[in-house]
């Protein structure tokens, strides 16, 4: 009869890509280079005043970085819809 040796089970080979995901906040019309990554998430307080000329100075910023998806949080500082 022949020996049965036990094994540790072993995980499956992951083919997926790795996500580089960068987080960022607070800029406040400072148009900073970060880091390169996938995902970029900035979290809040793009502008000081959140005035339609600050906005379009920050869309502008923010579309002309190359991360593949970027997502913006509304800080506190941004005005509500009148």
């Known amino acids: 009869m022949a020996a049965i040796t036990p094994t540790t089970p072993q995980p499956p ?3 997926r890509k790795k996500i580089r995901i ?3 906040s607070d800029t406040h019309n400072i148009q900073l280079k970060p880091p390169e990554g996938d995902v ?3 979290a809040g307080d793009m502008t ?3 005035s339609r000329t600050e ?3 920050a869309i502008e910023w923010i579309s002309g970085l190359k991360h593949e998806v970027k997502i913006v949080v509304a800080g506190y500082l941004a005005p509500w819809p009148r």
Do not use: E, P, Q
Request: hydrophobic share 45%.
């Open 48 to 50: 000081n005043t959140g």
């Open 55 to 57: 906005l379009k100075k």
């Open 13 to 15: 080979a992951l083919s």
């Open 22 to 24: 960068v987080c960022i």
């Open 40 to 42: 970029l998430i900035h």
